[in-house]
């Protein structure tokens, strides 16, 4: 196994590529409440699903896109505390935002200082000129986020699963 390679840092925290040995976070994280709520099952029952998610889900944007979701970690003992990240969906014309905090850490800023890394590399580094994010519209912790973060609601949004969301965007400027 390598060394996580780190993409983002901010005051607090460190944003990294996902590593096998991130399946017991990842395992933590994508059984949480409210991440089966507003995101979804994903069928990650076990360590050895988890290990399966990031090498099938999590690392192969990192190669074909040049961005993905990254593990959000404290600076201060490297424990990792969530996801944040840009996703390329079929279905949008720009990636879109994705964040996801285990609950304890849920409330402290760290979200948006994630979030925000991710936004000005979107801009900086990767060119981007506009974002969604899409968003359950009973998550309205998430929901008041996106809009601190500059995010605009769009309307309603079917995916391909036939999964009703709210569509956000921003445009990013030079």
């Not at 988890?50 to 424990?79: M, T, W």
């Not at 840009?86 to 964040?99: I, M, N, Y």
Request: with cysteine; charged share 20%.
């Amino acid at each position: 196994m390598h060394a996580p390679a780190i993409v983002l840092e901010t005051p607090r925290l460190t944003l990294r590529e996902a590593v096998s040995s991130d399946a017991a976070f990842c395992l933590a994280l994508l059984n949480d409440r409210s991440w089966l709520e507003n995101i979804g099952d994903r069928g990650v029952r076990t360590a050895a699903d988890a290990e399966r998610y990031i090498s099938d889900s999590l690392r192969p944007p990192y190669q074909a896109l040049g961005f993905g979701l990254y593990v959000v970690q404290l600076k201060s003992g490297a424990r990792p505390i969530g996801l944040c990240g840009l996703l390329k969906r079929d279905f949008l014309s720009a990636p879109d935002l994705g964040f996801a905090l285990l609950p304890d850490f849920v409330g402290s800023g760290y979200a948006a200082e994630a979030a925000r890394a991710v936004l000005s590399h979107a801009q900086g580094k990767l060119g981007s000129e506009q974002l969604y994010a899409i968003v359950q519209a009973r998550n309205h912790r998430s929901i008041r986020l996106l809009e601190r973060l500059g995010f605009r609601h769009q309307g309603p949004c079917r995916t391909p699963q036939q999964e009703l969301l709210e569509l956000y965007v921003t445009q990013l400027r030079a």
